[in-house]
């Protein structure tokens, strides 16, 4: 929408249920109900393991969900795991310009 409608979008996204202001899902849903951005992979990286949050996230068409590990290097580990693959390995759609 304006003035945005000519922004940049990412080639992936990390989110988290817990916002200051509005519910990582609530976020999810707007980003997956989007013509524009629906195919964005969107990775669910947040402190909650709660079932009720994994289910939402995967019944929102989140493309994956990940609990943060407490200490720093496990997280460091996670961030290069996810890089990885998701832009190494995987393929994406090529963006049109």
Same mark, same amino acid.
């Given at each position: 929408?304006?003035?945005?409608?000519?922004?940049?979008?990412?080639?992936?996204? *990390?989110?988290?249920?817990?916002?200051?202001?509005?519910?990582?899902?609530?976020?999810?849903?707007?980003?997956?109900?989007?013509?524009?951005?629906?195919?964005?992979?969107?990775?669910?990286?947040?402190?909650?393991?709660?079932?009720?949050?994994? *289910?939402?996230?995967?019944?929102?068409?989140?493309?994956?969900?990940?609990?943060?590990?407490?200490? *720093?290097?496990?997280?460091?580990?996670?961030?290069?795991?996810?890089?990885?693959?998701?832009?190494? *390995?995987?393929?994406?759609?090529?963006?049109?310009?």
């Amino acid at each position: 929408q304006a003035p945005y409608q000519d922004a940049i979008t990412p080639d992936l996204i *990390l989110l988290d249920i817990n916002l200051p202001k509005v519910d990582g899902i609530e976020v999810l849903i707007h980003i997956k109900e989007s013509k524009v951005l629906k195919r964005i992979p969107v990775i669910m990286l947040t402190t909650s393991s709660a079932e009720a949050d994994i *289910l939402k996230s995967y019944n929102n068409y989140a493309n994956c969900y990940i609990t943060k590990p407490i200490s *720093l290097a496990s997280f460091m580990d996670v961030v290069s795991t996810i890089e990885e693959f998701w832009v190494s *390995l995987v393929q994406l759609p090529v963006k049109k310009i």
